[in-house]
């Protein structure tokens, strides 16, 4: 027992030496954060305070990105503008601006994205997978998360906004 417990521990010790810590810490509201959209717009996540903010974290590659986006569209479409604000956060590492904005475009998101290459706001939102929907309360504390969407989740979204907005 004791020689499996020295053995656990040899191969175990370097894996926690060369752990790379995160640069920003998990957060359960909207962090203070410059972010770029693609078309170079910066933007601070905690100018939205007074709204429910919605992100959507989305990548090219993912083909369930690329199916909730419809549903967000009408989810966006039913609520009141001026109190929500949706945003799209794009995690690709390695496709283009131009790529990225393509995609976009061809599956006509009616909200902006905002880039996230270096996976800041994907680590400090602890985002485990995609399609993934994070909503922020106007007081921009987190309220609620969801990783995948179906068109058979929208009504349940429309009812949950009548109560975020509130």
Not at 80 to 108: M, R, W, Y
Request: negative net charge; contains cysteine.
């Amino acid at each position: 027992m004791r020689t499996s417990l020295s053995i656990l521990f040899f191969v175990l010790l370097p894996s926690l030496i060369f752990c790379k810590k995160s640069d920003v810490s998990p957060s359960q509201k909207l962090i203070d954060l410059d972010v770029y959209t693609t078309k170079k717009e910066k933007f601070n996540l905690s100018e939205a305070k007074g709204k429910v903010v919605v992100l959507d974290f989305w990548a090219t590659w993912c083909e369930p990105c690329s199916k909730a986006v419809p549903v967000i569209n009408r989810w966006k479409s039913s609520v009141p503008e001026e109190d929500f604000l949706f945003l799209g956060v794009n995690t690709d590492t390695e496709a283009s601006v131009q790529e990225i904005e393509k995609h976009s475009e061809k599956l006509d998101m009616k909200y902006k994205s905002v880039l996230d290459p270096d996976w800041k706001l994907t680590e400090n939102y602890q985002v485990e997978g995609m399609p993934c929907l994070i909503v922020f309360g106007k007081d921009g504390r987190m309220l609620y998360r969801q990783y995948g969407l179906q068109s058979e989740d929208l009504a349940g979204l429309i009812v949950r906004s009548r109560v975020w907005n509130d």
